[in-house]
């Protein structure tokens, strides 16, 4: 199957830092990639769809000033949590598609941050 | 995951047949995928459904009625491996592209 590297696995830091997750699909080219969060035992929540070569687009509710999202290329889309806070604290996760209609993903393995 | 109703958790015990069941919000609705997810792990694509019937896939089946929104996941040959959560995920037509939004999961707990 496809592959999805998400790095870090792992970031603490302090409020105020600003922190940077990096998605690499390593063997397809993604023009749609997608970054999810989750807290402890919930769901997945979409954040935005990353497209190459244009600007992102965030779901209802998710800050775009405070999630910058950017996808440079078709193998590497990059979230950047902006001055994070303590309620930032979550795990992020990215996926990418192969498939046409995205019914599909494949994930990374996800970035836990904890903002102290 | 408003737009996706299934259960919570599950116990079943090893070796036996389990069935997860999911009924979805209709808008925009395209198909029913179905994620596996270990604790600390990333979900796993287990699989998809646009039409009606049955998708077998070695010892796990997704099933699909889109006249009664809804769909289920068979877990057969229950191994304690399995014990995970499950998800099911509605594809939908939104923001210039295909996206799909995760109901809130049903964790399922093998026991011998």
């Known amino acids: 199957g496809a592959v999805v590297s998400q790095h870090p696995s792992r970031v603490i830091c302090k409020s105020g830092t600003s922190v940077k997750i990096e998605c690499r699909s390593l063997d397809f080219q993604a023009t749609t990639m997608f970054w999810y969060r989750q807290f402890p035992k919930q769901s997945l929540m979409l954040m935005a769809t990353s497209n190459e070569g244009s600007k992102a687009t965030y779901e209802q509710g998710v800050e775009k000033d405070k999630f910058l999202i950017n996808h440079a290329s078709l193998t590497l889309s990059t979230l950047t949590v902006t001055s994070a806070h303590p309620e930032d604290s979550s795990f992020y996760i990215c996926?990418?598609?192969?498939?046409?209609?995205?019914?599909?993903?494949?994930f990374g393995s996800g970035t836990q941050l904890s903002v102290l | 995951g408003q737009s996706l109703e299934q259960p919570s958790e599950v116990t079943a015990v090893e070796g036996a047949i389990v069935q997860i069941n999911c009924t979805y919000q209709?808008?925009?609705?395209?198909?029913l995928s179905w994620y596996q997810q270990h604790d600390g792990g990333a979900p796993t694509f287990l699989s998809y459904?646009?039409?009606?019937g049955l998708e077998e896939t070695g010892r796990f089946s997704s099933f699909l009625s889109r006249s009664d929104s809804y769909g289920y996941l068979l877990l057969q040959e229950l191994q304690m491996k399995d014990s995970a959560s499950y998800f099911c995920?509605?594809?939908?037509?939104?923001?210039?592209?295909?996206?799909?939004?995760f109901g809130k999961g049903t964790k399922l707990s093998v026991i011998p």
């Open positions: 209709t808008s925009g609705f395209y198909g």
């Open positions: 459904n646009a039409l009606d």
């Open positions: 995920a509605r594809l939908y037509s939104g923001a210039g592209s295909y996206q799909l939004t």
């Open positions: 996926s990418a598609s192969r498939g046409q209609n995205n019914e599909k993903l494949f």
